[in-house]
């Protein structure tokens, strides 16, 4: 009986509010991976890398376009300064001939005498 006593222990309660059974958590499955899915990820990245491209090279020709025409019309107005230029220096050619300088003089009461005239060099 000695041996009895010592063998038994007390066994905890199945409905006691201290001991209650945990959930077990749910098993996932693992599912084998398809042999295309590799295939898959490698045709979607070449596919956005295109649309970058794509997407890169239209806003670059826009860019272009938009820099050519500020090119063109910085060209029109260098062109229109430019005839304004040789217009005045045809004028200015015009204007001072010998010819006229002579008419000019003479109405102004001057005279035109070669030893009064020195060559400064």
Known sequence: MAQNV??????????????????LPA??????????????????????I??????????????ANLLN??????????ENYRNKNNDTKEQISNLTTQQRLNEIAQKAGMSLENNNIKNVK
């Open 6 to 23: 010592q063998q038994w222990q007390p066994q905890p309660q199945k409905n006691s509010p201290k001991q209650r059974s945990k959930a």
């Open 69 to 78: 025409g500020a090119s063109q019309a910085n060209a029109t107005q260098l």
């Open 27 to 48: 098993k996932r499955i693992r599912y084998a991976k398809t042999p295309w899915r590799n295939e898959i990820k490698h045709i979607i990245c070449a596919i956005l």
């Open 50 to 63: 295109t649309m970058c491209f794509g997407v890169i090279s239209v806003w670059l020709s826009n860019q």
